[in-house]
Every structure is written in C-alpha cells, then in structure tokens.
C-alpha cells in the first residue's frame, strides 16, 4: 500500500527547491575556489618576513587557555633544548596542510586575519643567515603568543642532557672539568708511572684538562657556535 521512500530522491528534490541543478556546480566551484584562495594567504603570511611584533586581533572569549605562552616559557624551553624562536618565513621544512587548516579554522570563528607567525624548531629546520619539532605560534600581544600547531616527531628524551653543556658558560667549563676527571680515572696509569701517587694523578689531570678544553674552545670557534642563551632567537645560524 505504501511505497518505500528513496532517501537520495528526497535529497534531490530538497537541494532542487534550493538551487537550479545547472547552478550546483558553479557553487561548488565559488566554495573551492575561496577556500583556496584563503590558502593561499595564509601560505604567503607564512612565508612572508614579519615587519612588526603586534599581535593579532583574537576573540579572547574563544580562546584556548592551555595554547597560550608567555615569551618568557618560550625562551626557557629554547634555551633548555637549544631550539630558535623565529619568524615562520626562515622555515625551510613543509608546513603540513593540517596547519593550513587550523589558521583557517581560527581566523573564520575569530573573524579576522592572522599574521606575523613565529616558530619553534631547532636550527637545522630553519633558514638561518651565517654572520625534531616545530610550534607554529601568533602573536596575541603583550608578550604572549598563541600556539596554532604542532608538528613532526617529538625531541630526543636525551636532548636536554645532551644540550646542557652548551646552555651558558658555567655548564660547558663544569662539563670540561667533569670529562676530564673521569678520562684521568679511566688512564692507565702505570703505563706512565710504576708506583703512581695523587701527584702523577693531578699532572695527568692538567694535561687532559688542557687538551679537553682546547679541543671545545677550537670546536666552538671553528663552527661559530655560541651558547643557547644568546641564539634562543637570533636569526643568524653562528648566532
């Protein structure tokens, strides 16, 4: 008595009261044609050198309260893992699609444009002027930043052990005198000495110490290299 109802057909009928079906595929096309061009500037904010450091005009009441860092939690982290905090435009990777897409989802509910990008990564990702995961921030003004994405794999467990040493001068010099001691304990000694005392143990010491601190001083002038305090945000790749 009653036939069944074509779903699809109901579907057609209702976008047909809406739109002529000739008309469909130029909306589709209007739709695809925006987002694109939205993405494209975005791409170019990306990649375009910052002028200023004013913020972006955010709705604070749509904000995320666990994406927002002060410049100085930033610059403890770059200074703890020797990463850089610099304009998105010296970023020499491939910013994922997936970050495209949540500046575009911000700047629709937020109703405005962002712009001057900054991003965290370690100096290898970054096109660095010569004198394992990047954060895309924006800027909300005041020191604080917004933090859009996040990408890649996650850092070394051993990153911050292995930076240590360089994160300011007291670190390296207690690093150099650390080596040395344990390079003077693990010395054969009686191929130096038969019956060696403290005094053999304290020349061995000074040697290894001068030789130690001679090849890090010869390392660090050879490449440039300076410590994480000074290049947590410095464009240039020597710091």
Not at 21 to 39: A, G, S, T
Request: net charge positive.
């Amino acid at each position: 008595m009653f036939s069944r109802i074509d779903i699809r057909e109901k579907l057609l009928n209702l976008r047909t009261q809406r739109i002529k079906e000739e008309n469909i595929l130029d909306e589709v096309y209007h739709i695809f044609r925006e987002n694109e061009k939205q993405r494209q500037l975005i791409e170019k904010a990306l990649n375009t050198k910052s002028n200023t450091d004013a913020g972006n005009d955010f709705d604070f009441d749509l904000l995320d309260s666990r994406s927002i860092f002060h410049l100085n939690d930033i610059r403890e982290i770059c200074v703890t893992y020797r990463l850089r905090f610099l304009d998105s435009h010296y970023f020499k990777g491939e910013i994922p699609e997936e970050a495209i897409s949540k500046i575009r989802d911000i700047e629709n509910k937020h109703q405005t444009k962002l712009g001057n990008f900054k991003i965290v990564a370690p100096a290898k990702l970054l096109k660095l002027e010569n004198a394992d995961d990047p954060l895309l921030f924006a800027p909300i003004g005041n020191g604080y930043f917004y933090l859009i994405h996040k990408w890649g794999r996650d850092l070394n467990p051993f990153r911050k052990l292995l930076m240590w040493p360089y994160k300011n001068f007291d670190n390296l010099t207690f690093t150099v005198v650390f080596l040395s001691v344990i390079l003077t304990i693990l010395s054969p000694m009686h191929w130096f000495s038969q019956s060696p005392n403290a005094g053999n143990y304290i020349f061995l010491f000074l040697i290894i110490l001068n030789g130690v601190g001679g090849l890090v001083l010869f390392y660090g002038i050879a490449k440039g290299k300076n410590f994480n305090n000074d290049i947590w945000n410095s464009k240039y790749y020597n710091g």
